[in-house]
C-alpha cells in the first residue's frame, strides 16, 4: 500500500529523512470549485499548490497589473515570511496561507494602518463566524486564549503614490500541530480549530475574511480611521499590562502598554515615567 493515501498523514520524501505532514484541514467542495475557477467571491485567485511566499508573488502580480482584490493562496509555504524577518511555518493542510493585491484610495501617511485595520478584519470574522472572542497582540498577532493563531504581513510598493500597491499577507494555524513549532514557540501558539465548535472549512473562513476586508478597507477609505480604532481597542491583548519592547536596535524596554494613538502607533510608559510612541520592534507579553 502507497504511504500516500494514509491520510491524514501524507509521507513526502526527503533526501535522507521522511517528514511527516499533517494533512488534517478539512476541504469543502467550494475549496476545489473555486481553485479550479480560479476564483473566489468574484475576484481572480492564483492557486499553488507549494509555493515560497505567497506575499512575494502577490508583490510580482500586482507589478505586473494584476487588478485589486487578487488573491493569491497557497496550500503550503517553503519561504513563508512573518514580520520582522521571521519565517512562517506553513505546513501543508494545516492552516489557511494567502495574500491579496490592493490598491487603496488612500493617503501614503494611512497605509501604516492597513495592518490594524486587517486585524480588526480578521476578529470580525472570527467572532462572527465561530462566536468565540479573539484579541489581537499590536501590530499584527491574532490571538486566541493569550496564544497566537494568526498574523498579518503588509508590504507595499510605493513607486506610484498615487496609485500605491499594497500586499496584505495573512497566515492562520487551523490543525497545525504544536510539535511543529520550535520548542520555544510551543507554549505561544495555538490553532483554530481546537477553539471552535463544528469543522472549520476553509473555503468558508477565507470568503468570510475578504468579506470583511473589502468592508472595512471601504470603511478606512470612506469614513477614516477613527471608528475602527475604537474597534480594535476592544480587542487590545496588550492594554494596562506590562510587556518588553525589543527595539529595532535591540534595545530592550521595559513598560505598560497605553494602547495604539490615532496614527497606530503603540504607546508605552517606560519605568522611567517616558512614554514611547512606538511604530516597530516587537512587543512580548508575559504568557500565562
Ligand atoms: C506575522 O505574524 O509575523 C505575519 C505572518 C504572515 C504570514 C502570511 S502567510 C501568507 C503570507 N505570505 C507570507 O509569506 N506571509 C504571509
Redesign the pocket.
Given at each position: 500500500m502507497c504511504c500516500r493515501d494514509l491520510l491524514p498523514y501524507n509521507l513526502v520524501e526527503g533526501q535522507d529523512v521522511t517528514v511527516k505532514i499533517n494533512k488534517s484541514t478539512v476541504d469543502d467542495v467550494n475549496w476545489k470549485t473555486m481553485i479550479q475557477k480560479g476564483e473566489i467571491a468574484g475576484r481572480p485567485l492564483v492557486y499553488f499548490s507549494e509555493t515560497d511566499?505567497?506575499?512575494c508573488r502577490a508583490m510580482e502580480r500586482g507589478k505586473s497589473g494584476s487588478p485589486a482584490g487578487t488573491v493569491v493562496l497557497a496550500e503550503s509555504?517553503t519561504e513563508?515570511?512573518?514580520?520582522l524577518g521571521?519565517f512562517?511555518l506553513?505546513p501543508v493542510g494545516s492552516g489557511l496561507?494567502?495574500?491579496v493585491i490592493l490598491r487603496p484610495a488612500l493617503e501614503p501617511g494611512d497605509l501604516s494602518k492597513i495592518t490594524l485595520v486587517a486585524g480588526v478584519a480578521l476578529c470580525r470574522t472570527v467572532r462572527d463566524l465561530y462566536h468565540i472572542m479573539p484579541a489581537i497582540k499590536w501590530p499584527?498577532?491574532l490571538l486566541i486564549d493569550k496564544r497566537k493563531c494568526g498574523?498579518?504581513?503588509v508590504e507595499a510598493n510605493l513607486h506610484n503614490l498615487s496609485s500605491p500597491l499594497i500586499i496584505l499577507?495573512?497566515?492562520i494555524n487551523i490543525t497545525t500541530p504544536l510539535e511543529y513549532f520550535p520548542k520555544e514557540l510551543q507554549e505561544k501558539v495555538t490553532s483554530l480549530q481546537p477553539h471552535v465548535d463544528g469543522t472549520i472549512l476553509r473555503s468558508e473562513l477565507l470568503t468570510n475574511i475578504l468579506f470583511q476586508l473589502d468592508t472595512i478597507i471601504k470603511q478606512f477609505e470612506q469614513q477614516g480611521f477613527e471608528d475602527i480604532l475604537k474597534e480594535w481597542n476592544n480587542y487590545d491583548a496588550t492594554l494596562g499590562k506590562n510587556l518588553t519592547w525589543i527595539t529595532s536596535d535591540r534595545t530592550v524596554v521595559q513598560g505598560v502598554s497605553l494602547g495604539p494613538d490615532s496614527e497606530g502607533r503603540l504607546h508605552i510608559k517606560s519605568r522611567d515615567g517616558r512614554i514611547h510612541e512606538v511604530i516597530s520592534g516587537d512587543i512580548q507579553l508575559k504568557t500565562g
Open positions: 511566499s505567497t506575499n509555504q513563508g515570511k512573518g514580520r521571521r512562517w506553513s496561507y494567502f495574500s499584527n498577532d498574523g498579518i504581513l499577507g495573512i497566515g
